[in-house]
């Protein structure tokens, strides 16, 4: 077994990568692959979310970077996932890095001799585009990114893309885009709505199918010391991940056809595609009007496994979603 190394990016902070990380980490190994988490970000959050003290441990991933500790002496053996820890004395590796010839494989050269041991590597990257999330792109198979359903995060997309594309050119030319993975949507706010459509519709088929909740059981990860998907993984946000997962583990193989559309005879009752799957909505064309489009998608804003829907006008800026349960009900 050689593992697959995902680099978990965006330059903005708090749009979700590291509750990403940890939970996907998680969720894959409940899904019996062997994961190995690697904490990039000097603040040490996703070293924190698994109980320990980033300033209390020792040797860390900066032992690595400054030639003190090789990467696998750092590895921390717990739980599910192996953990390479880091904290703050990372930031300071920055400089190191500059003043090294080849730095941005010095990560990658040190994953070499680990991939055999693993099916999966997942790296929590820091919110920025300097040597550190440069040393992360050139040491991954493929990058991850999280857009947090707001304004600012979708904003910042764009540069992170030219980022990898300018790593995937001179530094690592097999780096490919895994998918942007939507965090922290709110379907009863026009935000989060305008957000999922433009982010759908700019980017196609880089966008997964998974989408991940706001909820408070994801927010309280890291003072629980323990990953969603483990203290409440029947939860919205446990589900969602797992549900990424996978997506991911499967390598985007098509979603197996449970009811086939046939377009040639589309019936009163308007059929939406999900991948190959057909899904009928309840509102027939009369009440829709005929230059309508409607799309579905599993809801994971409820817990009975709804389905939401979306619909544009005909210019495309008349959006509305409705789910078939009352908590998807409230946009208009």
Not at 206 to 226: A, C, D, N
Not at 246 to 255: H, I, Q
Not at 299 to 328: I, K, P, Q, V, Y
């Amino acid at each position: 077994m050689t593992a697959t190394v995902y680099a978990v990016a965006n330059q903005k902070g708090g749009v979700g990568k590291t509750t990403t990380t940890l939970n996907l980490a998680t969720a894959m190994a409940e899904l019996d692959a062997a994961v190995l988490v690697v904490d990039l970000d000097p603040q040490g959050c996703l070293t924190f979310s698994l109980g320990y003290d980033p300033d209390g441990i020792e040797p860390s991933l900066n032992d690595t970077v400054v030639g003190r500790a090789a990467l696998a002496d750092t590895i921390i053996q717990q739980g599910q996932v192996d953990l390479v820890p880091a904290n703050i004395d990372l930031a300071g590796a920055e400089v190191t890095l500059l003043a090294r010839t080849g730095r941005e494989y010095l990560l990658r050269g040190e994953l070499v001799d680990l991939l055999d041991s693993y099916d999966v590597v997942l790296i929590d990257c820091p919110p920025t585009l300097g040597p550190l999330m440069r040393l992360c792109l050139a040491a991954s198979d493929s990058f991850l990114v999280p857009v947090q359903a707001e304004e600012y995060s979708y904003r910042t997309l764009e540069r992170l893309l030219q980022t990898t594309d300018e790593v995937q050119h001179t530094l690592n030319p097999d780096l490919t885009c895994e998918g942007l993975l939507l965090t922290m949507v709110d379907l009863r706010t026009r935000m989060s709505v305008r957000v999922v459509n433009q982010l759908h519709e700019n980017y196609g088929d880089k966008v997964l199918m998974g989408m991940v909740p706001r909820t408070v059981t994801l927010q309280e990860m890291p003072v629980r010391g323990r990953p969603t998907v483990v203290h409440a993984g029947s939860s919205r946000g446990g589900k969602a991940y797992t549900e990424v997962a996978r997506e991911l583990l499967v390598n985007f193989e098509p979603v197996e056809s449970t009811a086939p559309v046939d377009e040639t005879s589309i019936p009163a009752v308007m059929v939406a595609r999900q991948g190959e799957a057909a899904i009928e909505d309840t509102r027939s064309l009369e009440d829709l009007g005929e230059e309508t489009m409607i799309s579905s998608f599993p809801s994971t804003h409820s817990d009975n496994g709804s389905m939401l829907s979306t619909r544009w006008g005909s210019g495309h800026d008349d959006f509305e979603a409705w789910g078939d349960d009352e908590s998807d009900r409230t946009i208009n």
